[in-house]
Nanobody
Framework: QVRLVESGGGLVQAGGSLSLSCAAS????????MAWYRQAPGKQRDLVAT???????NYADSAKGRFTISRDNAKNTVYLQMNSLKPEDTAVYLC???????????????????WGQGTQVTVSS
């Protein structure tokens, strides 16, 4: 299967910046869309931003103008640059990727939709 590992979270003051990264590994054939989600305590998981393999991006209204999603297809890695952070941005940030991988046991190419374990972002006021 495909594994995603996030890094880059931490504690920052309001108005500051953080950069997150998420690397995918495994017998990957192709990654289509990569995305960042976030989940605050007691709240549902919300979409932050998406990026296709061709570089088309989409942002939640809360992220527009402050966050930038990008990816390095050669490294199977997606990034999230977060600027002008607010206390309400505090959450666990999770990356998601979907695409195709090779399952050698089955001898087939299968689809995957994988999640990372999440990285904590805390913005103090």
């Amino acid at each position: 299967q495909v594994r995603l590992v996030e890094s880059g979270g931490g504690l920052v003051q309001a108005g500051g910046s953080l950069s997150l990264s998420c690397a995918a590994s495994g017998r990957i054939i192709k990654i289509n869309t990569m995305a960042w989600y976030r989940q605050a305590p007691g709240k549902q998981r919300d979409l932050v931003a998406t990026i296709t393999s061709g570089g088309d991006t989409n942002y939640a209204d809360s992220a527009k103008g402050r966050f930038t999603i990008s990816r390095d297809n050669a490294k199977n890695t997606v990034y999230l640059q977060m600027n002008s952070l607010k206390p309400e941005d505090t959450a666990v940030y999770l990356c998601n990727a979907e695409g195709l991988y090779r399952d050698y046991n089955l001898g087939r190419i299968l689809g995957f939709n994988s999640w990372g374990q999440g990285t904590q972002v805390t913005v103090s006021s």
